[in-house]
């Protein structure tokens, strides 16, 4: 099957979008639940090294989550100009010299 799809598949591109995806899907979720844990160890720690470490951990997570969402809207925004579509000629049936009618001569 792979070897019929090959000509209709660009398989690099193809790749490009599943990490991409992959890193935005699933790595988002895991930086904003980091965030998430990083917040309760801040607000539960009692020693001052640990309310800095889950506020560092909380921060650099938010910090990936905000960038990923600034790097999509850009990726978005600068979307690559498409190429000018080739202007068709029209096919001509009959010859111009004659303008469509026969000649009398």
Same mark, same amino acid.
């Given at each position: 099957?792979?070897?019929?799809?090959?000509? $209709?598949?660009n398989w690099s591109a193809?790749?490009?979008?599943?990490?991409?995806a992959l890193i935005g899907?699933? #790595? +988002?979720? !895991? =930086?904003?639940?980091? $965030?998430?844990?990083g917040l309760k160890w801040a607000t539960r720690a009692k020693s001052g090294r640990a309310k800095f470490? #889950? +506020?560092? !951990? =909380?921060g650099l997570s938010a910090l990936f989550c905000v960038a990923t969402v600034v790097v999509g809207i850009m990726a978005m925004a600068d979307k690559p100009s498409s190429?000018?579509?080739v202007k068709k000629t029209?096919?001509?049936?009959?010859?111009?010299?004659?303008?469509?009618?026969?000649?009398?001569e």
């Open positions: 099957m792979a070897i019929l799809a090959t000509s $209709l598949v193809l790749q490009k979008i599943v990490v991409v899907g699933a #790595g +988002v979720v !895991l =930086a904003f639940g980091l $965030l998430l844990i470490g #889950g +506020v560092t !951990l =909380a190429k000018k579509p029209a096919a001509a049936l009959i010859h111009p010299t004659t303008s469509g009618y026969p000649r009398t």
